[in-house]
């Protein structure tokens, strides 16, 4: 993988697009080259401020049929510009500020579990950890172990919310699934249930058609959330990690 295959193919990996192997080989291409990088971090926070940027504006829902209607039919025909759609785009931001103050919001929990995009694919802790930056321990996920969970995706966001995120999904064979999330420090849920056990405070709550548990620890925020779990039951695969991660 070199640098010019790496920026041709970076719009694809964004929109989840390019075959496993192919996504591997071009995140481990970024992880380790700082040009494409620090693209591929622009590129992301780009798309995300702009999507933001276009939710928030309201228009009428018939607006695209009274555009169509005005049409002569044979100049209703699809025209691609998305080179130049992109040009104007960032124009536009930057012409209002947009790159000068943070639009979007921290994650829920919920969030990071069901939207997060998968970046990374690997079953091996070592791997895992080496790109996530986080020691994570072996026999410190005993808990997911014993259930048969094993470590099948994990994304690093790095500037998408103006902070570090990290994420692993635990999937098992039943198809279920536990995101393992590593968040700031300041992270915080409003309106959640504590829970105190072995000397730590859970935050647990639910949302999404989820349920999650996060704590503090370590100068960190981790969070676990899963939508065949409960809050509670989630603490017994917490507790493991509580003691050193």
Not at 22 to 34: F, K, P, Y
Not at 121 to 142: D, P, Q, T, Y
Request: hydrophobic residues 40%.
């Amino acid at each position: 993988m070199n640098c010019k295959n790496a920026e041709l193919y970076m719009d694809a990996l964004l929109d989840d697009e390019l075959p496993v192997q192919d996504s591997i080989e071009i995140v481990e291409h970024i992880e380790n080259c700082a040009g494409c990088k620090t693209k591929w971090e622009l590129s992301e926070e780009i798309r995300a401020k702009f999507k933001h940027f276009i939710k928030s504006i309201k228009v009428e829902d018939n607006l695209r049929k009274k555009i169509a209607s005005g049409l002569k039919e044979d100049e209703q025909s699809v025209y691609y510009f998305k080179p130049l759609m992109l040009a104007a785009s960032i124009a536009f931001l930057i012409g209002l500020g947009i790159f000068s103050k943070p639009l979007m919001h921290s994650p829920t929990l919920p969030e990071l579990h069901t939207k997060a995009n998968i970046k990374f694919v690997s079953n091996n802790i070592e791997n895992v950890s080496a790109h996530l930056g986080i020691k994570l321990r072996k026999e410190n996920l005993i808990a997911f172990e014993n259930a048969n969970f094993k470590p099948g995706t994990t994304t690093k966001i790095q500037r998408l919310f103006n902070n570090d995120i990290n994420l692993v999904a635990f999937k098992n064979d039943k198809g279920q699934k536990i995101s393992l999330c590593f968040l700031p420090e300041n992270y915080k849920i409003p309106e959640c249930h504590e829970v105190n056990q072995n000397g730590i405070t859970f935050h647990c709550g639910n949302g999404e058609n989820c349920q999650f548990a996060y704590w503090k620890q370590n100068g960190k925020t981790i969070g676990l959330v899963s939508d065949s779990f409960t809050s509670e039951e989630l603490i017994n695969f917490a507790i493991p990690l509580t003691e050193q991660v």
